[in-house]
Nanobody
Framework: QLQLVESGGGLVQPGGSLRLSCAAS????????IGWFRQAPGKEREGVSC???????IYADSVKGRFTVSRDNAKNTVYLQMNSLKPEDTAIYYC????????????????????????WGQGTQVTVSS
């Protein structure tokens, strides 16, 4: 079965850290730009980060300096290390695979615009609260 599966979410206090995983099965994720998106309660979906072999990594301004995306090709998995978490980081986090440049992926509008992911994960909940 072709799919992406996110894991690693949970409840963490402000200032804490979480490491999210995006594992691909049935396809090789290194052939794609892997974007991380999130949707918080009452807010629209936003791009968080993206990584690809050609573009390296890119981040939204809201998470620069706090989040780091990486890839382990041997495990066919992309990771999102989230440090110094804030309550406003609370959201469902999704990963998605695109055949696009990362600069495009991270700016895809909430409704998807004209772009469609090849694969989406089911999402993992991140809650930052005292």
């Amino acid at each position: 079965q072709l799919q992406l599966v996110e894991s690693g979410g949970g409840l963490v206090q402000p200032g804490g850290s979480l490491r999210l995983s995006c594992a691909a099965s049935g396809f090789t994720l290194d052939y794609y730009a892997i974007g991380w998106f999130r949707q918080a309660p009452g807010k629209e979906r936003e791009g968080v980060s993206c990584i690809s072999s050609s573009d390296g990594s890119i981040y939204a301004d809201s998470v620069k300096g706090r989040f780091t995306v990486s890839r382990d090709n041997a495990k066919n998995t992309v990771y999102l290390q989230m440090n110094s978490l804030k309550p406003e980081d609370t959201a469902i986090y999704y990963c998605a695979a695109y055949r696009l440049r990362c600069i495009v992926v991270i700016t895809i509008p909430p409704d998807g615009g004209l772009y469609q992911a090849d694969y989406w994960g089911q999402g993992t909940q991140v809650t930052v609260s005292s």
